[in-house]
């Protein structure tokens, strides 16, 4: 596939808007593979709605071969070292989860808004994941379209330059950061809930690359047929630096600056 990159433009959006959507990042084919595998995996018959009895089935961190291919195609490559910087970024080995979203009228029971959180502290192993100003152990929150995705097929749902509004709730927690669950407590979601909303629609192959900070949720799948999405993080090689005597800051730290006034 090619390798090229994203535009200024592109570039530019991400840190306003909170990510950008690659088409065709990684090839269709490829996405029908994936799509085999997790059918074999759920069980189910694709032939048969009979058996979509679950609104939502997540399977495991797929590491199959179609998946890390689709991870590491040099268009994708080179979008990484653009949004997070050359060599700063940790190459993935897997998918990661794949939450399949099936038509169903029961509720899927996981489609707040919220952040994705990346640890826990040393002595808290449970609960909500944790986040800090710096991003720890995330440098940027993914969205793998393995299906052709349309507006009542359970879209990711994007709140525009909501990550903007993150950082300066982070800033006080210092490197330690604060619970995802407290973050929520003191009213983030609330304080973007007028923001303008996307939906993270596109075709099989196409890649959403979104800020570690920006509010997403899921929703009840309304359409026909099943969505299959993965939700990886890509990993940082190092950790993100919010100020560089050089001003080399990457797109996702020239973001986090931003919502901190810098």
């Known amino acids: ?20 959507r690659v088409d065709e ?26 058996t979509w009895t679950e609104p939502v089935i997540r399977l495991g961190s797929c590491a199959q071969e179609p998946f890390r291919t689709a991870a590491n195609t040099p268009r994708l490559l080179r979008a990484f070292d653009q949004l997070v910087g050359s060599g700063r970024w940790i190459p993935r080995t897997s998918i990661g989860s794949i939450p399949i979203r099936f038509p169903n009228p ?4 996981d489609d707040g808004w919220h952040i994705d959180g990346s640890y ?21 929150l993914m969205l793998f379209l393995f ?12 709140r525009v330059g909501s990550h903007l509004d993150v950082p300066s709730r982070l800033e006080a927690a210092g490197e330690d950061g604060m619970s995802t669950g407290d973050l929520a407590a003191a009213g983030l979601f609330e ?4 923001l303008p909303q996307v939906l993270a629609t596109g075709e099989a192959g196409d890649v959403y ?51 901190l006034g810098k």
């Open 120 to 140: 826990h502290p040393e002595e808290q192993k449970s609960g909500p994941p944790w986040v800090n100003v710096r991003s720890r152990g995330r440098a940027l």
């Open 209 to 259: 690359l979104c800020h570690p900070f920006l509010v997403h949720a899921a929703q009840p799948h309304r359409g026909m047929s099943p969505r299959f999405l993965a939700q990886p993080p890509l990993y940082p090689a190092e950790p993100y630096r919010l100020e560089r005597p050089d001003g080399r800051y990457s797109p996702v730290e020239l973001a986090i600056r931003c919502g």
């Open 191 to 194: 304080v973007t809930a007028d």
């Open 106 to 109: 029961r509720s899927p029971g």
């Open 147 to 158: 299906s052709d995705t349309g507006e009542n097929d359970a879209p990711t749902r994007i």
């Open 25 to 50: 990042a990684f090839p269709a084919d490829v996405a029908a593979e994936c799509r085999a595998i997790c059918w074999q995996e759920t069980g189910c018959d694709p032939d048969d709605s009979a």
């Open 1 to 20: 596939m090619s390798s090229r990159g994203l535009s200024v433009t592109q570039v530019k959006e991400f840190v306003d808007n909170g990510f950008v």
